[in-house]
């Protein structure tokens, strides 16, 4: 893992020690600016990709993805997220009751 994607990844781990259990994440690699980690959720049950890339404000941009017949879809995004607001959005994302709507 890179250092971008490794500073992300303690921000998690600090936040949240569990979150990614919890979140039945697995399949890390590098994200062009970040990390990126595989999940499956009663929302996604066939998995789906989390991508957080640090952008140029110095702040998060998180994107959900799906991949169908070989074809990566952007599900859902959430851009300028401040590191200590990654647990909720990503939750929000990927967990949220359907009848819920995410709050930035």
């Known amino acids: 893992m890179k ?3 490794r ?3 303690d921000q998690i781990k600090i936040l949240d ?3 990614l259990y919890a979140w ?3 399949e890390f690699m590098d994200a062009p600016n970040g990390l990126k980690f595989k999940v499956r959720t009663p929302i996604y049950p066939k998995g789906a990709f989390v991508e957080i890339n640090l952008n140029s404000k110095d702040l998060y941009d998180v994107k959900v993805m799906t991949f ?3 074809v990566s879809k952007v599900v859902e995004s ?3 997220v401040f590191n200590d607001m990654l647990i909720e ?3 929000d994302l ?3 009751d359907s009848k819920k709507s995410i709050v930035v």
């Open 89 to 91: 959005i990503i939750d």
């Open 78 to 80: 959430v851009n300028d």
């Open 94 to 96: 990927i967990e949220r």
């Open 68 to 70: 169908e017949n070989g």
């Open 7 to 9: 500073i992300i990844w």
């Open 24 to 26: 039945g994440a697995f």
């Open 17 to 19: 020690g569990n979150a």
């Open 3 to 5: 250092i971008i994607g």
